[in-house]
């Protein structure tokens, strides 16, 4: 079962199983999955593909004078 940290609290991304009731004893592990750091900021572009296309990179613009 995956979650997240929000404030000092975890936050489960999926339902608990039906089978477990309030007073049940459970038994948590809790494993940090590490991220890729860069040394450096970074953020998501959000390039379209269609402008990687070359074609579309080097064409001519027929209002380009």
Request: charge should be negative; aromatic fraction near 10%; glycine fraction near 4%.
């Amino acid at each position: 079962m995956k979650g997240f940290i929000k404030d000092k609290t975890i936050v489960l991304s999926e339902p608990l199983p039906e089978e477990l009731q309030d007073g049940d004893e459970i038994e948590i592990s809790i494993i940090q999955i590490r991220k890729k750091n860069y040394p450096f900021p970074t953020f998501d572009l959000g390039i379209k593909d269609d402008y990687l296309n070359r074609e579309r990179i080097y064409e001519s613009d027929p209002n380009f004078s």
